[in-house]
């Protein structure tokens, strides 16, 4: 579990829990509902995301060795033994994940995962 200092009054020191914030849910939703096949493995990906603590990309390498880190807060997570491919964008700050594309191998080979 990861806590952040949030505030010091006197001899107490407050600590809140600090996760990531994955927006949004429903986009995997809509996607799991034609696919299927990687619905587990996408409710799996978004409750270990949203139980994370991901300050920077070696948190997330940790946690998803084979992710693939790329420019501007960009990571590519393999779903499902490499079928699908789900690309996030991070703002490691104040601990915001968009989901900015999720696909089969095919879809994702035809995106441009640097700029979506």
Not at 10 to 35: C, D, M, P, Y
Not at 76 to 83: A, D, E, L
Not at 101 to 107: A, E, L
């Amino acid at each position: 579990m990861c806590f952040q200092l949030f505030t010091k009054t006197g001899n107490f020191i407050t600590f809140v829990k600090k996760t990531v914030r994955v927006i949004a849910k429903s986009t995997l939703r809509e996607f799991w509902k034609e696919h299927n096949d990687c619905e587990e493995q996408l409710k799996s990906w978004f409750n270990e995301a949203e139980k994370s603590c991901w300050t920077s990309p070696s948190d997330i390498k940790l946690d998803y060795p084979s992710a693939s880190i790329l420019p501007d807060h960009r990571v590519v997570f393999n779903i499902k033994g490499n079928s699908y491919r789900l690309i996030v964008r991070i703002n490691y700050k104040i601990g915001l994940v968009w989901i900015r594309f999720i696909g089969t191998h095919d879809d994702y080979d035809k995106t441009n995962a640097k700029t979506i």
